[in-house]
């Protein structure tokens, strides 16, 4: 399942709402929020603007982990690898993360001494 799919379940969970109810609001079948579920398909930028507003959720955040993010030509030279959307990061995630960061920071800078 990708990151899209486990946010639309578990927001859809903790609203209390089935598929069946979200597919009726909707006005898709249940499969279909299945399929947006389990990664089988991604829904459209309206359908999407659609489910965030139906769920509660920044529509911005949906965008992203149907990767509707800005591609990598954006980013500033000397960055590698895929863009990371810190909101979609786990605090124990982000916390790794910005460990990681400052260990290489502090390794950088005692490399300049």
């Given at each position: 399942?990708?990151?899209?799919?486990?946010?639309?379940?578990?927001?859809?969970?903790?609203?209390g709402?089935?598929?069946?109810?979200?597919?009726?609001?909707?006005?898709?079948t249940?499969?279909?929020?299945?399929?947006?579920?389990?990664g089988?398909?991604?829904?459209?930028?309206?359908?999407i603007?659609?489910?965030?507003?139906?769920?509660?959720?920044?529509?911005?955040?949906?965008?992203?982990?149907?990767?509707?993010?800005?591609?990598?030509?954006?980013?500033?030279?000397?960055?590698?690898?895929?863009?990371?959307?810190?909101?979609?990061?786990?605090?124990?995630d982000?916390?790794?993360?910005?460990?990681?960061a400052?260990?290489?920071?502090?390794?950088?800078h005692?490399?300049d001494?």
């Amino acid at each position: 399942m990708g990151r899209f799919g486990e946010i639309l379940r578990n927001r859809r969970a903790e609203q209390g709402l089935e598929q069946r109810d979200v597919a009726r609001r909707l006005g898709v079948t249940q499969q279909t929020v299945s399929k947006w579920e389990t990664g089988v398909t991604i829904p459209r930028a309206p359908r999407i603007a659609a489910l965030a507003s139906l769920l509660n959720l920044d529509p911005g955040l949906l965008h992203r982990a149907a990767g509707s993010a800005p591609d990598s030509s954006a980013r500033p030279k000397g960055v590698q690898g895929p863009n990371v959307s810190l909101e979609l990061l786990s605090e124990r995630d982000l916390l790794r993360l910005l460990d990681a960061a400052w260990q290489e920071f502090r390794r950088r800078h005692q490399l300049d001494r």
